[in-house]
């Protein structure tokens, strides 16, 4: 399969939002609340800080105990939602554990206009009835893949394998919007072939899926994740599978710089909706 650089297409991304930016004198600021000290999440947070910078933004890292209590979470979300400098609020995830029960009531705490993830159930809500204010970021990376290769969504067909509220539940809704014919498996099924004009692959096990579980596949987007001996790995065995026909946007260089990329869209669109400029 012919590979796609997501880290190319992100690159392009930041680039025309930092023009944008720029045009209108705006400086996108994003508040990224930070719970403890997990290893990962301050990792994922430098590359939200380098990308801010990118656009000719500013990203603020709140950080936060790990024992935080709940009304001391809604407290700080409720200060940065009355931050008039604040044009964007993220709340990393995953939260510590005793957080992790009332995770959508925090999500639902922060103001929709400024809800740059998309995870507010508000917005989710939105995005059914037709009219987003944002979209989640991660269904907004498979769509650039997606529109780029496939102008046209109408009579198309796609697989999804997952069942995740921030990919695969707003991607099937967008898709279907767009007059596209979907199958949803919640499970990765081994014994299953794959056949669609595009599939897009969250859940399964490192490396799992090989060139025989392809059938007539145009478009391949390894969206799964996983940390192993040899470095991060997706779903996709790259290697077996890079005699097949198609296309295949890979783990590492795939949707992880995209997903950044366009939450940096959604930041600045809330900047220019709040500085009250166009785009």
Sequence with gaps: MQLISGTQMAAAIRQELCRQNGDQGVSPLLAVM???????SCAYVKLKQKAAAEIGGQCRVVH???????????????TLNQ?????????????PAHLQPRQDEFLQA?????????????????????????????????MEVISRYFPELKGRNALLIGDSFDLILPLTTMLVKQGCEVRVIPEWDKEAAISADIVVAEKGAPQIIKKHHLGRVHLLID????????G?????????????????LPV??????LLIAELMYNLSRAAWEQQGVGS
């Excluded at 105990?65 to 709940?70: K, P």
């Design 34 to 40: 930070l719970v403890g000290k997990q290893e990962d």
């Design 64 to 78: 936060l105990a790990e024992d935080i209590s709940a009304s001391q979470l809604l407290a700080e979300i409720a």
């Design 83 to 95: 931050d008039p400098q604040v044009d964007g609020i993220i709340l990393q995830l995953p939260l």
């Design 110 to 142: 922060i103001a929709p206009q400024k809800d740059v993830d998309g995870f507010n159930p508000v917005n989710r809500g939105l995005l059914i009835g037709g009219q987003p204010r944002f979209n989640s970021c991660a269904a907004l990376a498979a």
């Design 223 to 230: 969206a799964g994740w996983y940390w192993t001996s040899k």
């Design 232 to 248: 991060s790995r997706g779903n996709v065995d790259n290697e077996d599978v890079a005699v097949a026909d198609g296309l295949l």
């Design 252 to 257: 590492p260089g795939g949707m992880g710089p």
